[in-house]
């Protein structure tokens, strides 16, 4: 394995991309970073302080954005996925954002996961794969991972709502203008709608030993 190994993770929420790039990066002994949390935690900064992402500028709230920020525990909610996807939406978070990405692999290389990492910040990476799943699967999952009870009696209705508010970020982060959600034109797909982490783990393990020989 060369030092410099950079391994973009590609994909929407919830499809498995970030336990998946989690377990690589301990496999292969190399640093990971899930760049989503950058943008999830500048807004809710934005929330914290009173100020609606729809409408106020990003970019101080995205400067201050240190490492403490990604360990905190209320960043997987429905209010803090609008706002991500809104924040990610401004070039000028994403200037700032960017480069602390680039900064964070650039010496050791590292697993980063996100939404742009194949096709904006490391457009060169050695191995670039994007991670799918069914919008209903990725609703469970992440139905799975907010709910208190997750056999709730209104479980069905819980999971319908989820569903519809990751399609329509699906349909935000696709649309927008600056680095839209897609996959680089040489990522590997896997998709995980019928693999547990460890399927997809092996399958990923695979590819970066066919990319990297």
Do not use: C, N
Not at 3 to 25: E, F, M, N
Not at 139 to 155: G, I, K, L, T
Not at 180 to 196: F, G, K, S
């Amino acid at each position: 394995m060369t030092q410099r190994l950079v391994i973009a993770v590609d994909g929407p929420a919830a499809a498995g991309k970030g336990t998946l790039a989690r377990s690589l990066a301990e496999a292969l002994g190399l640093p990971y970073l899930d760049t989503g949390l950058l943008y999830r935690a500048t807004g809710r900064r934005m929330i914290d302080a009173g100020h609606d992402p729809a409408t106020a500028p990003a970019e101080e709230f995205a400067a201050t954005v240190g490492m403490e920020d990604l360990r905190r525990t209320d960043l997987r909610v429905p209010e803090v996925d609008r706002a991500a996807s809104l924040v990610a939406a401004q070039p000028a978070v994403r200037r700032v954002l960017v480069d602390v990405q680039r900064r964070f692999a650039g010496t050791h290389g590292a697993v980063l996961d996100g939404r742009d990492i194949g096709t904006v910040i490391f457009p060169d990476a050695q191995v670039k794969l994007y991670i799918t799943a069914s919008a209903r699967t990725r609703a469970e999952r992440r139905w799975e991972q907010m709910a208190s009870d997750p056999d709730a009696p209104d479980r069905a209705a819980r999971i319908a709502q989820v569903e519809r508010e990751i399609a329509a970020r699906d349909a935000a982060d696709s649309a927008r203008a600056t680095a839209p959600l897609r996959p680089a034109d040489d990522a590997v797909h896997i998709e995980t709608d019928h693999l547990d982490a460890a399927a997809v783990l092996a399958e990923a393990l695979r590819i970066v030993a066919l990319k990297t020989r």
